[in-house]
T-cell receptor, first 115, second 116 residues
Framework: AQKITQTQPGMFVQEKEAVTLDCTYDTSDQSYGLFWYKQPSSGEMIFLIYQGSYDEQNATEGRYSLNFQKARKSANLVISASQLGDSAMYFCAMREESGYSTLTFGKGTMLLVSP | EAGVAQSPRYKIIEKRQSVAFWCNPISGHATLYWYQQILGQGPKLLIQFQNNGVVDDSQLPKDRFSAERLKGVDSTLKIQPAKLEDSAVYLC??????????????FGPGTRLTVT
């Protein structure tokens, strides 16, 4: 079974609107971390936001927030007020306590922001 | 602070040839990772070093791939001989040695390999 599932191959949003990118995960560990990375066309992976499994508050970093629903095993990324520069691939990833510091990535979602 | 450096950025080789990639992590980062990212997929870990020791190489195709991290600093990933399915972006990342679940991995720009 896939550990990280991103069901949206592509998403379109207009500039200044909010968008939600979906991510569900599968783990039997009690302690784990969830990450979102952005990969622009230049290829470099850019860390956006982190949520720990024991964190009670949803993580926020500027325009990025993580909608963490532990019982549903989902960790959706919300981008508010989209900008043209947000057009990129977005990857959800997980690190499990039972694995060293290995990140397991989903297949990604391509986000296109239009003017 | 300088980021993770990788070279070359692009490489085109014929199948059965050999190729090597180089990575210099962020200064002071004890952990170094090599990922393979095939087009349309997320990165997949090939090997993880902590200082100069291997922590996890369970997904490294050891019959053709090898990696080393001499002196616990920079690292080299080699493919010999290359196959068509090795065409991918090879990403290097590094992180501090930490505890808990959160230690950010910093990624390099990657090396795009095309095997013809």
């Amino acid at each position: 079974a896939q550990k990280i599932t991103q069901t949206q191959p592509g998403m379109f949003v207009q500039e200044k609107e909010a968008v939600t990118l979906d991510c569900t995960y599968d783990t039997s560990d009690q302690s784990y971390g969830l990450f979102w990375y952005k990969q622009p066309s230049s290829g470099e992976m850019i860390f956006l936001i982190y949520q720990g499994s024991y964190d009670e508050q949803n993580a926020t970093e500027g325009r990025y927030s993580l909608n963490f629903q532990k019982a549903r095993k989902s960790a959706n990324l919300v981008i508010s007020a989209s900008q043209l520069g947000d057009s990129a691939m977005y990857f959800c990833a997980m690190r499990e306590e039972s694995g060293y510091s290995t990140l397991t990535f989903g297949k990604g979602t391509m986000l296109l922001v239009s003017p | 602070e300088a980021g993770v450096a990788q070279s070359p950025r692009y490489k085109i080789i014929e199948k059965r040839q050999s190729v090597a990639f180089w990575c210099n992590p962020i200064s002071g980062h004890a952990t170094l990772y090599w990922y393979q990212q095939i087009l349309g997929q997320g990165p997949k870990l090939l090997i993880q070093f902590q200082n100069n020791g291997v922590v996890d190489d369970s997904q490294l195709p050891k019959d053709r791939f090898s990696a080393e991290r001499l002196k616990g600093v920079d690292s080299t990933l080699k493919i010999q001989p290359a196959k068509l399915e090795d065409s991918a972006v090879y990403l290097c990342a590094s992180s501090l040695l930490g505890t808990g679940n959160f230690y950010e991995q910093y990624f390099g720009p990657g090396t795009r390999l095309t095997v013809t």
